[in-house]
């Protein structure tokens, strides 16, 4: 059994700075996700609801985005001047973060390689990888939001359960096969123009960049984020539950699958080739290439399961 954590609250709090920073790359995200303008007016209420805080802590978010030259007033209004590209990292990990990441891909190779029990406890691995609690709860604050961890009712942690082994991967891609041509093909399907720019310039921007300096985790959302978009414009709350779900069993496994960086451009080019299809109404084909693109991606999964999930420390 681990070690139980002491009583009170799960985690420590972070500290300010640690949450500005990590409300600036929500809001960061949540602009980029809506491909925003430069001169779209912003308001701190509008903000804080997009990121699921109160107003005071988006203040020193915004402060830090505005010493970057991505916020600004304008006749005291908020506006954005800029927005960043994602690999930007226009607000960058401090000290603490970069050993909380160094942390997490650790204990990422660790889970899929069945080294680590069921339960554990956060005095455990601080013990165990030699590290200060604060990045290992850092870390843990991660890893529970990507959903593939939870607090155990008797104390510590519990894993949550994922897509493994030949058996569970075959499974997986079976029934991608089953709904996502589907979710295309459903009478209810309406994919937004404003999506549809977003993704195609995400995507094109990705299969132009060199994949060597794409993160496995960075891949992995562009990937999974692409998949969900469409599920989502199939206007089927079930599509759309069953691939988020699907998403968090295949996680790290997609981590996996986003280290082969020859397959990384090629998987941009096919989503660009969905999409166009999408885009002329055309959506016989554009299930047709869904179907390739996802035997493609299990042909790459079955080559590079057994050499685990990269180092990115």
């Not at 430069?38 to 802590?57: D, F, H, I, K, Y």
């Not at 079976?174 to 993704?199: C, K, N, S, T």
């Not at 300096?213 to 599509?239: K, T």
Request: hydrophobic share 45%.
């Amino acid at each position: 059994m681990p070690a139980a954590d002491p009583p009170g609250p799960f985690m420590s709090r972070p500290s300010a700075a640690t949450l500005h920073r990590k409300l600036a790359r929500a809001i960061l995200a949540h602009l980029q996700a809506g491909a925003a303008q430069p001169g779209l007016r912003l308001t701190e209420a509008m903000l804080a609801r997009a990121v699921g805080t109160s107003r005071a802590p988006v203040r020193g978010a915004i402060a830090l985005l505005a010493e970057r030259g991505v916020l600004g007033r304008e006749e005291r209004r908020l506006v954005l001047r800029r927005l960043p590209a994602p690999e930007e990292g226009a607000i960058p990990l401090d000290a603490e973060e970069r050993t909380a990441e160094r942390l997490y891909w650790r204990l990422a190779r660790e889970r899929l390689a069945g080294a680590l029990p069921e339960l554990l406890g956060t005095a455990d691995l601080a013990r165990r990888y030699d590290a200060p609690r604060g990045a290992v709860e850092r870390m843990l604050q991660q890893v529970a939001g990507e959903g593939w961890i939870e607090r155990s009712p008797a104390g510590g942690w519990r894993f949550l359960p994922l897509v493994e082994g030949q058996a569970g991967h075959s499974e997986a891609h079976r029934f991608r096969r089953a709904i996502e041509p589907a979710a295309l093909l459903d009478p209810g399907f309406v994919l937004p123009a404003a999506v549809a720019d977003r993704l195609r310039r995400e995507q094109a921007a990705l299969a132009a960049r060199d994949p060597r300096g794409l993160g496995p985790r960075e891949a992995f959302e562009a990937n999974s984020g692409f998949h969900l978009a469409l599920m989502q414009a199939s206007n089927n709350r079930f599509f759309a539950d069953a691939a988020q779900r699907l998403t968090r069993l295949r996680r790290l496994v997609g981590y996996v699958i986003a280290a082969d960086q020859e397959r990384l451009v090629g998987q941009f080019r096919e989503h660009l080739a969905i999409l166009e299809r999408v885009e002329a109404g055309e959506m016989e084909a554009a299930a047709a290439l869904m179907l390739r693109h996802l035997d493609a991606g299990h042909a790459t999964r079955e080559r590079l399961l057994a050499s685990g999930v990269p180092d990115e420390a």
